[in-house]
């Protein structure tokens, strides 16, 4: 009954691959979003998805892409990885129709390490 | 600048005292609301508490309180009666725009340990 789940938790992969990680929820948010936390535990927003409404923070570097087949899924596709992309990578979701109190529930987090 | 200020990167505290992590906010944005996560060693990000600009009173969840200070533009984060578990990182995040899709603001955070 995991609320925010995504696959893989860990990813280890070589420099110039395409991987995605993909993120599920079942709570009925309308909203989900991407995250990075970086090697000094920063966390910043990555993407933001509503209603098919894409907000995307402009410092993300156009290989990533989010793919969201439908409300309950909002998947991270990355081109050409880099060896600045090892970070964790965490998925959240809120019901922001629901008002600004509404928290954000993070999945476990993806671990990228670029080798 | 910074939009979510924590000033403190470390603290070590005594178990069973009283703890407060420090958070300031910069906003233009009368709509926004300030949280708390707790991230422990195993990764997982946890909601901790909510407090709405403008709600009257200072949100409480069980141990935790947010001692939130609207004129200062702060929202400290007071764990009471600690515990070993306390011990992780913790966030304070802020969201502007009165709940837009925008996601969350977050500060460094602060690596708090709970000593026996």
Known sequence: DTAVSQTPKYLVTQMGNDKSIKCEQNLGHDTM????????????????????????????PNRFSPKS??????????????????????????????????????????????? | AQKITQTQPGMFVQEKEAVTLDCTYDTSDPSYGLFWYKQPSSGEMIFLIYQGSYDQQNATEGRYSLNFQKARKSANLVISASQLGDSAMYFCAMRERGGGADGLTFGKGTHLIIQP
């Open chain 1, 69 to 115: 087949p439908d409300k309950a899924h909002l998947n991270l596709h990355i081109n050409s990885l880099e060896l600045g992309d090892s970070a964790v990578y965490f998925c959240a979701s809120s019901q922001v129709k629901g008002g600004s109190n509404q928290p954000q529930h993070f999945g476990d987090g993806t671990r990228l390490s670029i080798l």
């Open chain 1, 33 to 60: 979003y991407w995250y990075k936390q970086d090697s000094k535990k920063f966390l910043k927003i990555m993407f933001s998805y509503n209603n098919k409404e894409l907000i995307i923070n402009e410092t993300v």
